[in-house]
């Protein structure tokens, strides 16, 4: 069993920065695929960024929804069992309440990565409003 536990979320501007970081429970969590969802109100639950290994696991490699590339950086410090969205340039579209999830064992790619199914472990979710 893992637990994730996030933080950071809050009230922000248009433009604004903010860091959601996420603590998780585990010895391995280095081996640990991790990532972040969000849903905003009256919508699905969509995907935002992840961290995964690759299928011969010597590397780490990062996915990015489309419409936050270049805006959003998912980094890990496995020393503190802790991964981390950096949200730079934010709109008020990216208002939504934020999941950090994780995967123990198992291989994505691509899309696979983007998957809701392929988490195990979601947590509480924070919210993160960013006004115009």
């Known amino acids: 069993q893992v637990q994730l536990v996030e933080s950071g979320g809050g009230l922000v501007q248009a433009g604004d920065s903010l860091r959601l970081s996420c603590a998780a429970s585990g010895r391995a969590f280095s081996y640990y695929a991790m990532g972040w969802f969000r849903q905003a109100p009256g919508k699905k639950r969509e995907f935002v960024a992840a961290?995964?290994?690759?299928?011969?696991?010597?590397?780490?490699?990062?996915y990015a929804t489309d419409s936050v590339k270049g805006r959003f950086t998912i980094s890990r410090d496995n020393a503190k069992n802790t991964v981390y969205l950096q949200m730079n340039s934010l709109k008020p579209e990216d208002t939504a309440v934020y999941y950090c999830v994780s995967r123990v064992g198992g291989y994505c790619s691509g899309n696979g990565c983007y998957d809701v199914q392929f988490y195990d472990y979601w947590g509480q979710g924070t919210q993160v409003t960013v006004s115009s």
């Open positions: 961290n995964t290994w690759s299928r011969d696991g010597t590397y780490l490699i990062a």
